[in-house]
C-alpha cells in the first residue's frame, strides 16, 4: 500500500493538481525499488478509489474526483460532493485482483500463432470447439440441456439479443421484472416489443433469477419451477439471463431454469465478460430446438461479432480448466472480503447493526438500528464518497447492502471507520 | 510448390481420402526440411484449391472436395462435380499471403500488456483514440468530413446497423441497388423497415458507390454529386457501405459520398476485416451531425462489442502507418495478378477474347468472341471448378470478370489452360 498511500497523499494535498501524469508503472517500480506488480496493484487501487485515471496508452493522471478527495472528507455536508467516490460497495464490477492476466494473455498469443485458421472467416454461430466447450460448462455448472448446436456466441448479450429478437418477432411483448436494466429493455424496443414487468400481459418473460435483487438474493428452486410450469401452461416463452451466476451462490448453485424446464421454452444467456475481464466481450445463447431451427435457417444473416483469436484462446481457457479455477479464486476472494467486512460492521457499530442473510459471496447485507430511512442513510454516505445499495424491506430501519465486488481488502477497514463517523454525526 | 504438388497428388490419387490428418506445419517443415512458411503457404494453396481443409486446433484434413477433384479434371461433363472449386476468381475474399500476421500479432501482444487497461470497461462508442485515428484515417483516404466525435465502433457492419436502424425508424423505408446484399437487407427487415429497389419510393438510399458492379466498377463523381443532390432535395437519407473501397482504385481513389455530401446527410460504413484479416471482426461508422446528437443521447444503452485489446491494437498498428503500407501492398499485388492473369488470358485465348477495361487492380474483365450466353460459358466453367462472375452487358458474347483476391499467382497458369481447355471442349 505505500504506492497508493504515497500517491493519495500527494494529491489530497493538492500537490498533484488535476490532470497530473504519474511515473509510468515500469519507471515507478524502478525509482521506488519495488515490484512492477506492487505498483501495478497501487495504481488500479488509486483508480478503484477514484483518484487517477488511466488515460489510454499514455499512463495514468490525476483526476478531478482526486482533488475533491480531501474537501469531502472534511466538510461532508456539501451536496456538490457527490462525484468523490472513495469508497463503491454499489459496483457490479469485478475484483481488479483475482483475474489471472498472464495466463489469457498467454492463450490469446498462442490463438495468434493460428495463423492460417485465422486468415478463414469462421462459423457465424462461433467456432465449433468453443460452442462445445461452452455446451460442456453450461451442462455441468449450470444444469443446461444443450449441445454445441443449441449454442449461438456473439460479442455481449446484446449482440444476441440482436439476433433473437426477430426469431421471437410474432410475441409481440416482453416482462422484464426490473424494468431499470435499460440495456435490456432497450433492444426490445428497438424491435417494436411492448415493454412492461406484467408477467401476465406478456408472451416473453425476461428474468435473471440468479440476480433477483441488488442484493445477491436467487430465485427458489420452487419458485423456478412455478414459473416454467406457468410460462409452459401459458405459451410464454423465457429468457434467462443467468449473468454473474457464478458468484451468487456459496455452494452448489441453483440449477438453471433452462435446466429445470428441460431447455425446451427457455432461451438462457451467459456472459464471460464478468468472469474474465469486463473489456472481453463473449457471451452466448442457448436455443430451444425450435428455435434453433429457426435460427439455422437464417444464421448465415448473421455474421460473427466476436474475432476469431478470442474464440480460440477462451476455447482452450476453459478446455485446461482454468474458467473454473478462475471461477473458485474469485469465489473466495470475496467470501473472504464478506467475511473481514461483517466483522469490521460488527466491531465499529457494535449493537446498532444486525447482520441479515445474503445466500451470496459477493454481498453482506445489515440493517442499522437507528431512526433514519434508508434512502437518507445512503444519501449521506454518498456525500462521504460510500456508495451502498439500499436493500430496505422494511421503513423502520434503513437496510444496506455492500457489494465488496470491487473495494480493495485493504480499504475496507477505512471505508467502515468513514461509514461509522457519517453516521455518528447524522 | 513442392508441398503444394506432393500432397496434391497424394490427395488426387486417393492415396490420402477424405479426413486424413496432414502432419502439422512444425513437423513437415522438419521432415521435408523446408522452413515453415513454406509448409504454411502449401498447406494454404492447398486450401484455396479445396484440397484440404483446416480443422481448430486440431491441423488440417483432406477434403471431400479433394478428393472428387481428380474425377473433375478427367469427366468434366458430369454435372454432380460442382462441388469441386479449384480456381475461385468470384471470391471476396483477401490474399492470404498480402497480410504480414506478425506484425498484427506484435501489436496485439502490446496490447495486451496494458493490464490495467482491460479492466475498466470501455467506452460504449469505442476507445477514444481508435476513433481518432480512424477520423485521420477516413479524411485522409475518403475525403470524409468527421472527428473522433461522429465515430462509432462495433463488430461489424450488422452491429453498427442495429444501432442505426432504431436511430433513423421514423424513416419506414430503405432502397439496396444490390437486394442480393442478404446481410444488409435483413437488418432493415428485422427492424419492420420496407426494403426495395426504388429509390424515389425510399426514405433511406443503401448504396456501395466504391462497388457499384460485381466487377469493381464504381460510381463517377458526376453520379455522386446527382445522388447526394437527389437524397438532399428529397429529403433522403444516403448510407454510404464503403466496403472495400480501399482495392477498388488504382490511383487517387474517387472521394466517398461522405465527403462530397459535406458529412451532413450520409452514414458512411467502413470495414477494416478486409484489410486486415476476415477473423478480425471491427468496423466503424460516420453519423452525420443530427444523428451524432441522438446517438449521444442513447449511447449508454449499447455496449461496445470489440473487445479492447483489438481496439488498442489496431490503434497503435494505423498510427505506426501500417495499415496504409499494408493496403499499398495488396494493391501492388493484386495488380501483378491481374497483369498476369491478362497476359495469360491474351496467350492462351488469342483472338478468341478481348480484354476490356476495369478500374479495379482486383478484377480482369473480358470478352470471349464465341457463340455463348456468359450464363453457359460460367456453368460449363463452374463444371470444372472454375468460379467465375458473369459480367454480361450484352447478350452477344459472353461477357466476364476475374477476381484475382484469394487465386494464388502461382495457380493463374493452371487456370487459365484448364478454362482454354473447357471453352474448347464446349
Redesign the interface.
Same mark, same amino acid.
Given at each position: 500500500m505505500q504506492i497508493y498511500d504515497y500517491y493519495k497523499d500527494l494529491i489530497e494535498s493538492g500537490k498533484m493538481p488535476e490532470g497530473t501524469r504519474l511515473p509510468s508503472i515500469r519507471r515507478c517500480a524502478k525509482e521506488r525499488n519495488v515490484s512492477k506488480t506492487t505498483v /501495478?496493484q497501487g @495504481?488500479?487501487c488509486l483508480?478503484d478509489d477514484g483518484y487517477i485515471l488511466?488515460k $489510454?496508452?499514455s499512463g @495514468?493522471y490525476v483526476s478531478k474526483r482526486g482533488n475533491t478527495t480531501k474537501k469531502t472528507e472534511t466538510k461532508e455536508e456539501t451536496a456538490s460532493q457527490k462525484n468523490a467516490i472513495l469508497y463503491d460497495f454499489a459496483s457490479s464490477?469485478?475484483d481488479?485482483e483475482s483475474?489471472n492476466?498472464d495466463i489469457?494473455?498467454r492463450y490469446?498469443?498462442s490463438a495468434?500463432? %493460428?495463423? /492460417?485458421?485465422?486468415?478463414? @472467416?469462421?462459423d457465424p454461430q462461433g /467456432?465449433? &470447439?468453443l460452442r462445445r466447450e461452452i455446451a460442456k460448462y453450461a451442462r455441468e455448472t449450470r444444469n443446461c440441456v444443450c449441445t454445441e448446436e443449441n449454442i449461438v456466441i456473439g460479442?455481449?448479450v446484446?449482440?444476441l439479443l =440482436?439476433i433473437l429478437?426477430?426469431l421471437v418477432?410474432n410475441k409481440k411483448s416482453v416482462c422484464f421484472d426490473d424494468l431499470s436494466y435499460? %440495456?435490456g429493455t432497450?433492444i426490445f $424496443? &428497438?424491435?417494436?416489443f411492448k415493454v412492461n414487468d406484467n408477467r401476465e400481459k406478456s408472451n416473453i418473460i425476461y428474468v435473471s433469477p440468479s440476480y433477483s435483487t441488488r442484493w445477491g438474493d436467487v430465485m427458489s428452486v420452487k419458485d423456478r419451477f412455478d414459473l416454467t410450469d406457468f410460462a409452459r401452461k401459458n405459451n410464454k416463452l423465457i429468457i434467462e439471463d443467468d449473468y454473474g451466476s457464478e458468484f451468487r451462490y456459496f455452494n452448489r448453485p441453483t440449477p438453471s431454469l433452462q435446466g429445470l424446464d428441460g431447455g425446451e421454452n427457455v432461451v438462457y444467456l451467459g456472459t464471460f465478460s464478468k468472469l474474465l475481464?469486463?473489456?472481453?466481450?463473449i457471451s452466448f445463447m442457448i436455443l430451444p430446438k425450435g428455435l434453433t431451427e429457426a435460427y439455422m435457417k437464417?444464421k &448465415?444473416? @448473421? =455474421?460473427?461479432?466476436?474475432?476469431?483469436? &478470442?474464440q480460440?484462446a477462451l476455447?482452450?481457457y476453459i478446455r485446461d480448466g482454468h474458467l473454473n479455477s478462475q471461477i473458485r479464486k474469485s469465489r473466495k476472494i470475496y467470501a473472504q472480503k464478506s467475511k473481514i467486512l461483517t466483522d469490521l460492521l460488527a466491531e465499529n457499530f457494535g449493537k446498532t447493526v444486525t447482520i441479515l442473510k445474503t445466500n451470496s459471496p459477493l454481498y453482506v447485507r445489515c440493517k442499522f438500528n437507528i431512526n433514519m430511512t434508508t434512502e437518507a442513510f445512503c444519501k449521506s454516505a454518498e456525500k462521504s464518497g460510500i456508495l451502498l445499495i439500499p436493500a430496505n424491506t422494511s421503513e423502520e430501519y434503513p437496510e444496506i447492502a455492500f457489494s465488496v465486488a470491487t473495494v480493495g481488502q485493504n480499504n475496507l477497514s477505512n471505508a467502515v471507520i468513514l461509514l461509522e463517523k457519517v453516521v455518528r454525526n447524522s
Open positions: /501495478e @495504481y488500479m483508480c488511466p $489510454s496508452q @495514468y464490477g469485478v481488479a483475474f492476466m489469457w494473455r490469446l498469443k495468434l500463432r %493460428q495463423g /492460417e485458421r485465422l486468415l478463414f @472467416y469462421g /467456432e465449433y &470447439d460479442a455481449g446484446q449482440t =440482436n429478437c426477430p418477432k435499460r %440495456q432497450a $424496443s &428497438d424491435y417494436g475481464l469486463p473489456s472481453i466481450r437464417k &448465415d444473416l @448473421y =455474421n460473427q461479432t466476436v474475432s476469431k483469436a &478470442d480460440i476455447c482452450s
